[in-house]
Each structure stands twice: as C-alpha cells, then as structure tokens.
C-alpha cells in the first residue's frame, strides 16, 4: 500500500463498490454498479431483529442506468440482494424518477432532490455518483471530439479547469487551446 504505515487497528467495516461501462448494440451506454457492506464482527439489526454473521452482506446492491452520447438516462433499473430491513427493497421504485436526467453540473443535487432523505435508499443513491464517473469514462472516448472543441468558435471549452490536469495554466490546456493558456505557474 502507498500510505503511510497505520496506528495499530482492528478491521470494522468494508464497502466495495465495482462499477462497469458497456456499449450496447443499439448505441445506447449500459453503466452498471455493485455495492457491498461486511462488518468484521456478525452486527446484530435491531429493526428486523437479526444477527448478520461477519463477512456476509449487511447492504448488497445492484443499478444500472442506461445513457446515450449526451450522458442522458434513458432507463435505470435497481436490485437489492442483501438489505438491513425487509422493507428497504421498496426504495427501488423511486430510482425511476432519474429516467430523463443528464449527467452534467447539477447531477448531485437534482438526484439528491429524487431520492434525498425518506425519499429513497441512501446507499442506491449514493451509487449514483461513482456511477456518473464511470458514464463519463465510458463515453468519453466517443465524445472527445466534443469535450475538446469549444461549444462555440472561440468560446472558451467547458473542460478547461475541470479537473487538476486541465487547469488553464496546464500544459494540456497550452497544448490544446492555446488562446486559453494562462501561462506557466508551478504545479
């Protein structure tokens, strides 16, 4: 591991989350994501009440979303295999309220607004967002052409300071947009 060594510890809680990207035959983008929740120590759930043995699922849950090229949800479907209650299954219907939804700035908000707070399952909302990442790393090879042209000639691209790599003063920006390079700085 490149971190740094660790106190003294003992293991608690393990979520793993493995999101995919596909192509589809129809030209529309399958995005699909797992989620899984293991405690070291069997966790007794009080509501249902039942006794989780360590190392099995405490949460194990499954969404794909549907995209096209513009990262616009075309259809979402959810599945729980492992919940701490018998009624968090019913948290999967309003994941439908995603359907028409893009991707874009404002992705977090307008999702937790659908499925924030007693409006739907935190941990399926929470998916959402390693699920935008991986839509937009699995699309972008066929948008880049868009992503690095500016919406319009001699507009500044909207990719520009979007992430560390391309921040204006950048040697990616210098390369590519020359006029938009703010000029060598440190870093």
Same mark, same amino acid.
């Given at each position: ?7 003294g510890r003992q293991p608690i809680h393990v979520r793993r989350i493995e999101c995919r990207g596909f192509r ?9 994501? $797992?989620?899984?929740?293991? %405690?070291?120590?069997?966790? #007794? ?5 039942? =006794?989780?043995? @360590?190392? /099995?699922?405490? $949460?194990?849950?499954?969404? %794909?979303?549907?995209?096209? #090229? ?5 259809? =979402?479907?959810? @599945?729980? /295999? ?5 009624i968090c299954p019913g948290a999967i219907a309003p994941m439908q309220s995603l359907v028409g939804l893009r991707? @874009? ?24 967002w390693p699920l935008a990442t991986t839509a937009h790393q699995t699309v972008s090879g066929s948008r880049m ?43």
């Amino acid at each position: 591991m490149p971190l740094s060594q660790p106190t003294g510890r003992q293991p608690i809680h393990v979520r793993r989350i493995e999101c995919r990207g596909f192509r589809r035959d129809d030209g529309l983008w399958d995005i699909e994501g $797992h989620l899984v929740d293991t %405690r070291s120590h069997d966790i #007794d759930l009080r509501a249902e009440p039942r =006794i989780v043995k @360590a190392g /099995e699922p405490i $949460h194990e849950m499954w969404v %794909r979303i549907t995209v096209d #090229d513009d990262l616009t949800v075309h259809a =979402i479907e959810a @599945a729980t /295999e492992a919940t701490p209650t018998r009624i968090c299954p019913g948290a999967i219907a309003p994941m439908q309220s995603l359907v028409g939804l893009r991707i @874009a700035p404002g992705w977090t908000n307008a999702v937790k607004q659908r499925l924030g707070g007693a409006k739907g399952c935190t941990h399926l909302m929470e998916l959402m967002w390693p699920l935008a990442t991986t839509a937009h790393q699995t699309v972008s090879g066929s948008r880049m052409d868009r992503i690095l042209a500016p919406a319009q000639p001699g507009q500044r691209p909207a990719k520009i300071d979007s992430c560390w790599a391309y921040a204006a003063e950048r040697e990616i920006v210098k390369r590519f947009w020359p006029a938009f390079h703010t000029g060598d700085r440190a870093g």
